[in-house]
């Protein structure tokens, strides 16, 4: 069981990147999958969830409307796309599915 975080960089304020979840070693179908950041000197945050079917999501407050995840279970990822950046939004993004943990990728916002 694999998971790969990748898409994260450094952008300016405003912009927006997609983050994506590369699972492998599981049928994703089955499971929600969840994305959490942690910024330098602060705690572990969760940011979204996906539920299994997609159905339901879940939004911190600090990126409602700003983010949005969905998933393609064909392919075995999960996205997060995040526009209108805000430096608060950086740090290393990890994605988690079925209690298992990817390496992060570290998102670096600019004023």
């Known amino acids: 069981v694999q998971l790969q975080a990748s898409g994260g960089g450094l952008v300016q304020a405003g912009g927006s990147l997609r983050l994506s979840c590369a699972t492998s070693?599981?049928?994703?179908?089955?499971?929600?999958i969840g994305w959490f950041r942690q910024a330098p000197g602060k705690e572990r945050e969760g940011v979204s969830c996906?539920?299994?079917?997609?159905?339901?999501?879940y939004y911190v407050d600090s990126v409602k409307g700003r983010f949005a995840i969905s998933r393609d279970n064909a392919k075995n990822t999960g996205y997060l796309q995040m526009n209108r950046l805000k430096p608060d939004d950086t740090g290393v993004y990890r994605c988690t599915v079925a209690g298992r943990w990817g390496q992060g990728t570290l998102v670096t916002v600019s004023s």
């Open positions: 070693g599981f049928t994703l179908d089955y499971y929600a």
């Open positions: 996906i539920s299994a079917s997609g159905g339901i999501t």
